[in-house]
């Protein structure tokens, strides 16, 4: 068997890296760390700032003694297209031939701009169409990502979706109830993520460009503070020396909670309106945000839908080596590393 890649997440706000080991008795974490980016430095998805991201990977193998190279990464964002499509039944090497001229009709990027990979989710539905999970990715976005690893001396083998991701470490770390819909939603700093799965499958995914950097640039322009001291009091910084008053701070969450929750409920109602027979019956947060109390009400009184905030080390061995406490208050935020750190080169 393969061995798995290192998960390297490059998001807006850090870079995280989890290194995991799988066998017959489940996933065992070995190593997982995080590095700040400056403000700026990856855009909507875009990387701005180059020779930062390659600073914060080095440091990471740096810190955490990392001898293993080869990686698998995520990009996310308006430069991912994922589509559910449906063609006529043909073979494995007859649909390798035809996806380029199908991804055409469904895909806003001229092909030769795109990278493109699919997935057979179902040989033959009701009605006799073969149904497939198509992906384009823009290629200079995807450059771009292994070009920072590769700068980094490292070497990129894998390159995933963010909402896929996400989902493969909720695998295996949560069972999908039988005939049960359930949303992930991962809250980044920039973009949030959905991906709604019928039966263990994905059936809608969208990505929203709205993140936990929404919550600090409300706070730094409604108070009139720093960058730095806001994101102290979005993640309950001590308030009252600087003389802000907390409640304040909660108006201020709560308002942009309620922003941000309107967006989810939106493709959550599209989805719905879309689909005949799905009945969604709870709602995942990870990311960093997913920690944001103000968020996590403000979706459960929209959706009316029971809110939980997933925990990447749920069903995951952990070396005692590691230090527990920083696992547990970075594990909402590990799930697309974990979820990276699970994928072999060659896999799919």
């Known amino acids: 068997m393969a061995k798995n890649c290192i998960g390297l997440d490059i998001g807006s706000s850090s870079v995280k890296v989890v290194q995991a080991k799988t066998s017959k008795k489940g996933v065992a974490l070995l190593n997982f760390g995080l590095e700040p980016l400056p403000p700026q430095a990856i855009v909507d998805g875009t990387i701005m700032n180059q020779s930062a991201v390659v600073d914060a990977i080095r440091e990471l193998w740096s ?3 990392l001898k293993q190279k080869n990686v698998a990464i995520a990009i996310a964002g308006h430069s991912v297209i994922i589509k559910k499509i449906t063609v006529p039944p043909m073979t494995d090497d007859e649909l390798a031939e035809q996806i380029p001229w199908e991804a055409e009709h469904h895909i806003p990027f001229a092909k030769d701009d795109v990278e493109l990979d699919y997935q057979v989710i179902n040989r033959q539905n009701a009605s006799g ?11 200079e976005v995807v450059h771009d990502y292994a070009a920072v690893a590769r700068e ?11 909402a896929f991701t996400v989902q493969n470490g909720f695998e295996v770390n949560y069972k999908f109830p039988p005939g049960e819909t359930v949303v992930l939603v991962n809250v980044g700093a920039a973009i949030a993520n959905i991906n709604i799965m019928k039966d263990g499958i994905s059936a809608f995914t969208r990505d929203v460009t709205i993140g936990g950097n929404a919550f600090t640039e409300e706070i730094q322009k409604q108070l009139n503070v720093s960058h730095d001291e806001a994101e102290a009091y979005k993640v309950g910084g001590s308030l009252e020396e600087h003389g802000v008053v907390p409640q304040e701070v909660e108006r201020i969450m709560e308002s942009v909670a309620d922003v941000m929750s309107g967006e989810f409920q939106r493709s959550l109602d599209f989805f719905l ?12 947060l990870s990311g960093g945000s997913a920690k944001v109390g103000a968020l996590h009400r403000a979706i459960e009184k929209r959706s009316r839908l029971t809110v939980e ?15 527990q406490a920083f696992l547990r208050a ?3 935020e590990a799930m697309v590393g974990l979820g990276l750190a699970l994928r072999a080169a060659g896999d799919k």
Do not use: F
Request: glycine share 0%.
């Open 63 to 65: 810190r955490m003694k």
């Open 129 to 139: 169409q073969m149904e497939l999970l198509l992906v384009a990715a823009k290629k």
């Open 152 to 162: 980094a001396s490292l070497i990129p083998e894998v390159v995933d979706v963010a």
């Open 273 to 284: 309106a879309t689909s005949a027979d799905a009945s969604v019956t709870k709602i995942y």
């Open 309 to 323: 905030v997933l925990d990447a080390w749920k069903n995951v061995q952990l070396d005692a080596k590691l230090d």
């Open 330 to 332: 970075h594990s909402p």
